[in-house]
Structure formats: C-alpha cells, structure tokens
C-alpha cells in the first residue's frame, strides 16, 4: 500500500514562506509524477513528472516551486508571497496509470 506523508503546513502572514513536504513510501520514479493539490476538489498546484518536468498552475506562477529528493523520495512544495487565497488544506498526489494516491493532507492558512 502506498502511503503519502505531508508535513510543513501552518499558519502564516501574507507575503511569507512555507515548504510542504511529501514523503512517499515508495520510489517516486515508480509513478508518473508527483504533485501536490488542494482543496477538496483537488485542484491542481504542482507537480513534477517522472522525467523531471514541472508543472505549475497559473494563480501561484512565479511564486511557487515544486522539487524533489530521490535519495529520500520526498517532494517539496515552496511556497513564497504566500496571499489569503492560498488558504487551503494541500493534498500530495502521486499518479500511476489511471490511479492516482493521496496523502491526508496539511492545512495552510494565510492571514491578511
């Protein structure tokens, strides 16, 4: 069974930092990316695939990144200029085929 670890959320100011973190139970290059999400509706925020390409949604462009560790298959979420609207519980995803695993997620609160 895979499991999906997020840690690093919390509360902060608007305008500052936090890295999530996500740590798989299993070698991240199994799936064919990794990424993290958020909101119930599991929105997409980033993910990296298994060749390494980024993708990045558009309401946190330039102001997010997303990474990875192999050594210890743990994906990270950067997350700079942090606003309000960021608020959200944040879901780490990894996909294989059609199934996609989830973590339980880490809640994020931006105050104004």
């Known amino acids: 069974q895979v499991q999906l670890v997020e840690s690093g959320g919390g509360l902060v100011q608007a305008g500052g930092s936090l890295r999530l973190s996500c740590a798989v139970s299993?070698?991240?290059?199994?799936?064919?990316?990794v990424g993290w999400y958020r909101q119930a509706q599991r929105e997409l925020v980033a993910r990296i695939n298994v060749g390494g390409v980024t993708t990045i949604a558009e309401p946190v462009k330039g102001r997010f990144s997303i990474s990875r560790d192999s050594a210890t298959n743990t994906v990270y979420l950067q997350m700079n200029s942090l606003k309000p609207e960021d608020t959200a519980q944040y879901f780490c995803?990894?996909?294989?085929?059609?199934?996609?695993?989830w973590g339980q997620g880490t809640q994020v609160t931006v105050s104004s």
């Open positions: 995803g990894a996909v294989i085929l059609a199934r996609t695993f």
């Open positions: 299993e070698n991240i290059f199994n799936f064919n990316s």
